[in-house]
């Protein structure tokens, strides 16, 4: 019994290297059993999405799995495969990362940070909203996880003004190894100077908090819990916002731009999404879920309040509440006067977005239409603003200055160097991105995609409207275990052609399968966020799987509004349209009832 144990154990400890050599073989009777071609195809993205799934390999090195199976099994030719890791796509995403790295570098996303929290107020159900708005703002532009590194800091020293030193005690060097840990888990990066803040925070005047504390009313007990539940609901709803707010914008989360990538793949005379579009569209449904999410944890946490703290406020409540406004008016204090950086990094982060925002809205002729058509993409934009980043100088320039010969001379410093972007840029998820379109290309010119809707007719009479809740239902419940990168590349094939079987608009089932792999509230390790937040040692997997399951069902059922009403007319959903005939042409069997042009109402 022992010596089993003892196997089992070891098999554990093995078991990435079991699976990476094991589930190769279990694949291999989909070449034999299927159509060469389709099958071949099928066995490499099983592969990956095993290995995606259980992280037998880091994420970025599956994602290049492509480049060696597609060339040695005859799918794709090499040339094809690798020209998919650099599409313009890429480079719309990678100067949203550029951006984000100077916003860092110079505490413009701090800045903006408290002054939001000093205008909310620091009653505890305003404090949540102003830290759910600031998180999910920082995270349209921010990846998710920085979002959420620099805001727990800022949450855990509010608390403490309110509570005094009373959270369980947590050695502060462990929490910040454990959200390190957590980050380069994903391969993001940390923000140092969030983790200074809870430090700076930490020792300062112990006995001046004590005093700070709330007192406790007639029944302690009661106070503690409610206490308690202020704490989870402060950490809890800064990962939430952190995952609602990435779908607002295209840059904002990877599975966005994946979802952009395969339509240019799958669809090329597709057009209309953009980065001005998707803004239309997710922009008020993230408003929407931030609202409700905050009502509900507001209820869960902060609403559970007892009837005589209710009746009265003590002098010491008054006094946390002023401690706690005292610590961000403070904070906001030490980054001192605007600097020149700040401003001019400011300026470029509105241009980026006006620039993406006004390219080709659609609904109006955008700036891109004094150009050739078709010269002009959001990546042509994105990098042209962050590439002045590299040479804008930080300090303000002065005519003075050549005109003094004994002034110092020193070369000036730019506001974001190569240096710096090299260090902060998690260039992984280029990879990962590339990767996706690369298994996308794959399926389409291997005859997966017909051969994947040949297998779907049995949904043919499902209607549209509840095809799309099923779908979001399956994939945002099944991110919570697997990284939404990875289950948005696996099922948008799926989804592009179901919609085909279904006689839809192809972005009517593809948009809300994106954003609803973002929608992963249950469990610590749904994402990054979640498990950050939890590492902070405060919270319980009940507490995040009670909170977490009501989060999932309303993004759902938000998500199926948004797509049947105001997303009609932005993707112009109600039509059947003219590029799909381009993919029909390329796949090797199309479905037979595609001869037939009857338009399935949504």
């Known amino acids: 019994m022992a010596a089993l144990a003892a196997l089992a154990h070891k098999a554990w400890s093995a078991r990435r290297l079991l699976v990476l050599l094991l589930m190769p073989l279990a694949l291999l009777p989909l070449v034999f059993v299927l159509p060469p071609k389709e099958g071949r195809c099928l066995f490499v993205v099983l592969l990956m999405a095993v290995y995606w799934c259980t992280e037998a390999l880091p994420l970025a090195v599956t994602a290049l799995l492509p480049i060696i199976l597609f060339p040695f099994l005859g799918i794709l030719p090499s040339n094809k495969v690798c020209s998919q890791y650099f599409l313009d796509t890429n480079f719309l995403f990678l100067s949203g990362l550029i951006m984000a790295s100077a916003i860092e570098e110079w505490n413009l996303h701090r800045r903006i940070a408290l002054k939001v929290l000093m205008f909310v107020g620091v009653q505890p159900a305003r404090l949540i909203l102003g830290m759910m708005v600031t998180t999910s703002f920082l995270s349209m532009w921010l990846s998710n996880t920085a979002s959420t590194a620099m805001m727990l800091p800022i949450a855990s020293a509010i608390l403490k003004s309110l509570f005094g030193q009373k959270e369980p005690p947590k050695d502060l060097s462990q929490e910040h190894e454990e959200n390190a840990a957590a980050v380069r888990r994903n391969g993001l990066h940390m923000v140092p100077m969030e983790m200074q803040f809870l430090a700076s925070t930490e020792g300062r005047g112990h006995a001046e908090e004590a005093e700070a504390q709330l007192d406790l009313p007639a029944d302690p007990v009661e106070e503690e819990e409610y206490r308690k539940n202020v704490w989870k609901g402060f950490l809890i709803s800064i990962p939430y916002s952190a995952s609602i707010g990435g779908t607002a914008t295209l840059t904002g989360t990877a599975p966005n731009l994946i979802l952009l990538g395969q339509l240019k793949s799958f669809f090329p005379q597709c057009d209309v999404v953009n980065f001005g579009s998707w803004f239309i569209f997710a922009f008020p449904l993230m408003v929407l879920f931030l609202l409700v999410g905050w009502l509900w944890i507001t209820f869960l946490y902060v609403g559970i309040r007892l009837r005589g703290w209710r009746k009265k406020k003590s002098e010491l409540q008054t006094h946390a509440e002023d401690k706690a406004r005292a610590v961000i008016q403070e904070e906001f204090q030490n980054l001192g006067p605007t600097k020149f950086a700040e401003q001019a990094v400011f300026i470029l982060f509105c241009a980026f977005a006006v620039l993406l925002f006004s390219r080709d809205p659609k609904f109006i002729p955008g700036w891109a239409s004094f150009f050739t058509p078709g010269f002009i993409s959001d990546a042509v934009t994105g990098v042209t603003i962050v590439i002045i980043l590299f040479f804008f100088p930080s300090q303000r320039p002065s005519l003075k200055w050549w005109f003094d010969f004994k002034a110092p001379i020193t070369e000036t410093e730019p506001l974001l160097s190569w240096k710096k972007a090299q260090e902060t840029v998690p260039w992984n998820i280029i990879l990962l991105l590339g990767g996706g379109f690369a298994m996308a290309k794959g399926c389409e010119e291997s005859g997966l995609s017909a051969w994947i809707g040949g297998q779907l007719h049995p949904l043919e009479h499902v209607p549209p409207t509840l095809a799309v809740l099923l779908i979001t239902v399956v994939i945002s419940f099944f991110t919570e275990f697997a990284s939404n990168t990875a289950t948005i590349i696996i099922f948008l094939p799926i989804l592009a052609e179901l919609a085909i079987r279904l006689r839809v608009h192809p972005l009517y089932l593809m948009i809300p399968g994106t954003v609803g792999c973002s929608y992963a509230f249950m469990l610590p390790v749904s994402?990054?966020?979640?498990?950050?937040?939890?590492?902070?040692?405060?919270?319980?997997?009940?507490?995040?799987?009670?909170?977490?399951?009501?989060?999932?069902?309303?993004?759902?059922?938000?998500?199926?509004?948004?797509?049947?009403?105001?997303?009609?007319?932005?993707?112009?959903?109600?039509?059947?349209?003219?590029?799909?005939?381009?993919?029909?042409?390329?796949?090797?069997a199309p479905p037979p009832t595609l001869a037939n042009d009857t338009v399935r109402t949504l």
Do not use: C, Y
């Open 527 to 588: 994402t990054p966020p979640n498990s950050i937040a939890f590492a902070s040692g405060h919270l319980l997997v009940k507490d995040m799987v009670r909170t977490g399951l009501l989060m999932n069902l309303m993004g759902v059922l938000l998500l199926s509004l948004a797509i049947n009403t105001w997303a009609q007319s932005i993707f112009q959903l109600g039509t059947f349209p003219d590029w799909v005939h381009t993919h029909e042409a390329n796949i090797t």
